[in-house]
């Protein structure tokens, strides 16, 4: 502390607050009052120090102050020694960092916690399910610009008359995606409309970036399509389009746009999976907020106003389902990156996780996830679930697989598209190389082109004209596909089954 002497001029120091003293020690200073103002004193203090020469010591002045002042003006400030204090060196020591080895751990399915009151399995539902180990059934058409991002998913199997219709989405070179249609008659062999080789979508992106995830039903006469459209971006919505037939979808409009601000899908909606029970549309979709996806309903009596449920959020944490009835219980199938994962319900709102339905097939097809999962009914009773095999980490280069339940064998005739051109059937490929009229995989899995394929007529030739086969005489007809229906005809309108 510095003290200077009243005589002198020495400029006032700060202020210090309400502290008291001792004894003080004021050395160098002639004898004379130092007037102290205490801030809280009666009157202030006067301390009486002693005349000395300032070249001596002063003694020891013991004063008993009730208050310091917050200011001491003395002349010459008292000087401080300054003591240096050695610091001791401390040694830096290395501490050996020991290799630990890291092990792999597996994926463990551990049993989730079941509400005993939503605890209901579908009636006849497979204990098991296997990747196909022939998968991938369909994949991109690399040779055309709309498809050449090779990048298909989101599968949607409909019943037709005598066979299947696969809607699916397909990302072009342009990195925008479409939505389109395939067909089959044993559920295996899938031919492209209006062609394997030069593929066209049945709903176009317009002017959005982005249409995808359909998900198709038949009512009232003719086909309702929802599916996810991002005008911009990935900002998703949820929009409808009809048809009478399985192409041509026309727009309708948007039917569920994000929720209110800082509601739980405030950011974006999409991937509809819709069910039609005779007289409520039920529509299960993911939304976003906050970086986080979970799955809600909405419902509607007429296909086109939809309403939120109440209770929404169902099901924390996922995306991209499929929902389905088997049996009176609801089925709800999800994508990951460790496999298919399902859930039940007795009533569509109160939900049961019961974790994963199959794992990944450990082949390339699927090494980074299984995305859009799709459940293939026959009759009302489970037949395949399809799905997107995430190739690679980035989920952007998928193609459609299938899992089939465990113990009835799987359908003949799929499974070779590796060994024909990227995106033909073998019955494109026969057609191609060898200009016969029909053909089909012979050797499921197989890598090798002179083997895999087994060519053969179609039967129909004499029905056809000009056309490579039924599916191409079809299509000229204006329908998405067809087959030989009465092999040997001569009658073009017998020969050929179209849809």
């Not at 006067?46 to 917050?70: E, F, I, M, N």
């Not at 998900?215 to 929802?226: D, H, L, T």
């Not at 039940?344 to 339905?357: F, I």
């Not at 190739?391 to 024909?420: E, K, L």
């Amino acid at each position: 502390m510095t003290i200077a002497c009243a005589h002198d001029a020495a400029p006032p120091m700060s202020s210090l607050t309400r502290w008291a003293l001792a004894s003080i020690v004021i050395v160098g200073c002639a004898k004379q009052s130092v007037a102290v103002d205490a801030p809280e004193a009666d009157d202030p203090a006067t301390l009486d120090v002693p005349a000395k020469d300032t070249s001596d010591d002063v003694p020891l002045l013991d004063a008993s102050v009730r208050d310091v002042p917050s200011t001491i003006d003395v002349s010459s400030p008292i000087d401080v020694p300054v003591v240096d204090v050695p610091v001791a060196d401390i040694p830096v020591v290395d501490i050996p960092v020991a290799d630990i080895p890291v092990a792999d751990i597996p994926v463990v399915d551990i049993p989730p916690v079941v509400d005993a009151g939503c605890d209901r399995l579908p009636p006849g539902w497979p204990a098991r399910w296997s990747v196909a180990p022939a998968s991938p059934m369909l994949v991109a058409t690399a040779t055309d610009p709309l498809q050449g991002e090779d990048n298909v998913y989101a599968p949607d199997l409909q019943r037709i008359d005598g066979g299947w219709a696969m809607f699916y989405g397909a990302q072009g070179s342009d990195g925008h995606d479409r939505i389109y249609v395939a067909t089959s008659r044993d559920g295996a062999t899938w031919r492209k409309w209006p062609s394997d080789a030069t593929p066209r979508p049945v709903l176009d992106r317009g002017t959005s970036n982005h249409v995808n995830d359909p998900s198709v039903v038949r009512a009232n006469g003719r086909w309702s399509m929802f599916y996810t459209d991002a005008p911009t971006a990935e900002n998703d919505r949820i929009w409808l389009a009809r048809s009478d037939g399985l192409t041509g979808f026309a727009r309708v409009g948007e039917v569920l746009g994000p929720g209110p601000a800082g509601a739980w899908d405030d950011e974006k909606v999409g991937r509809p999976s819709v069910h039609f029970d005779g007289s409520t549309w039920w529509m299960f979709y993911d939304g976003t907020s906050r970086g986080r996806r979970h799955v809600g309903l909405a419902t509607s009596a007429d296909g086109r106003t939809f309403t939120r449920h109440p209770r929404n959020p169902l099901v924390l944490d996922a995306g991209a389902v499929d929902v389905q009835r088997v049996g009176g219980v609801w089925v709800m199938l999800r994508e990951s990156g460790t496999g298919t994962l399902w859930s039940t319900s007795p009533d569509g709102l109160c939900w049961v996780d019961r974790g994963r339905l199959f794992g990944l097939s450990g082949a390339s097809t699927d090494r980074f996830g299984q995305v859009t999962p799709h459940l293939q009914l026959v009759d009302g009773a489970p037949s395949a679930i399809w799905f997107g095999g995430a190739s690679v980490m980035s989920w952007n280069r998928n193609r459609i697989a299938v899992a089939y339940p465990d113990g009835p064998s799987a359908p003949s005739g799929s499974g070779c598209t590796a060994c024909v051109p990227a995106g033909l059937s073998c019955a494109a490929a026969c057609q191609s190389a060898l200009g016969a009229t029909g053909g089909a995989c012979g050797m499921p899995g197989s890598t090798d082109p002179s083997r895999c394929c087994a060519c053969a007529p179609e039967g129909c030739e004499r029905c056809i004209g000009a056309a490579a086969d039924c599916h191409a005489a079809c299509v000229s007809a204006g329908a998405a596909g067809g087959w030989c229906a009465t092999p040997g005809s001569t009658d073009p309108s017998r020969c050929c089954a179209c849809w």
